[in-house]
T-cell receptor
Framework: RKEVEQDPGPFNVPEGATVAFNCTYS??????FFWYRQDCRKEPKLLMS???SGNEDGRFTAQLNRASQYISLLIRDSKLSDSATYLC????????????FGSGTRLSIRP | ETGVTQSPTHLIKTRGQQVTLRCSSQ?????VSWYQQALGQGPQFIFQ???????GRGNFPPRFSGLQFPNYSSELNVNALELDDSALYLC???????????FGDGTRLSIL
């Protein structure tokens, strides 16, 4: 089993739709979690950190479920510009960092 | 505020050669991480440096080594290059361990 797993997609949804991605992780000691987006042939850009209490930034909502060991990203009212690959990141914590990226979920928004 | 910068942007090497990639961290950031990203895959963690000390390493062989300097800039060195080393190499800096990371544009390395 991979340490961090994401559904690779692609998700193809119409503009204005709501779409949700999950990301599961295997290390229960993981301490910090993030979502990044990556456009084709560009570097990953931080979308948001994920907190235990859940957090929202505009149309984006991130949640963490420690009991079931997954994080989620919800995008409401999706825009064409949301088309990208979404990467979840899990930091294994402890004294030595072990940062693990998921392989990404491709999202394509159609007009 | 200057972001993360990497050099060179592109590089072509042959098998068996050695390469050094460079990264300047964002102003105020003391932690630098290096990643290898193959086409269609997520970035794979190579190692992290915190205040000039290695602070974690992924599953990469010893021929991948690094340095962090007092100004928190960093180098990634790869010896005895193999064809499979062809990838995008990303550097990311952060305010500290476990903090959100900010990426440079990457170096595209091609091994012939």
């Amino acid at each position: 089993r991979k340490e961090v797993e994401q559904d690779p997609g692609p998700f193809n949804v119409p503009e204005g739709a709501t779409v949700a991605f999950n990301c599961t992780y295997s290390n229960s000691a993981s301490q910090s979690f993030f979502w990044y987006r990556q456009d084709c042939r560009k570097e990953p850009k931080l979308l948001m950190s994920v907190y235990s209490s859940g957090n929202e930034d505009g149309r984006f909502t991130a949640q963490l479920n420690r009991a079931s060991q997954y994080i989620s990203l919800l995008i409401r009212d999706s825009k064409l510009s949301d088309s990208a690959t979404y990467l979840c990141v899990v930091n294994g914590g402890s004294s030595a960092s072990k940062i693990i990226f998921g392989s990404g979920t491709r999202l394509s928004i159609r007009p | 505020e200057t972001g993360v910068t990497q050099s060179p942007t592109h590089l072509i090497k042959t098998r068996g050669q050695q390469v050094t990639l460079r990264c300047s961290s964002q102003s105020g950031h003391n932690t630098v991480s290096w990643y290898q990203q193959a086409l269609g895959q997520g970035p794979q963690f190579i190692f992290q440096y915190y205040r000039e000390e290695e602070n974690g390493r992924g599953n990469f062989p010893p021929r991948f080594s690094g340095l962090q300097f007092p100004n928190y800039s960093s180098e990634l060195n790869v010896n005895a290059l193999e064809l499979d080393d062809s990838a995008l190499y990303l550097c990311a800096s952060s305010l500290g361990v476990g903090q959100p990371q900010h990426f440079g544009d990457g170096t595209r390395l091609s091994i012939l």
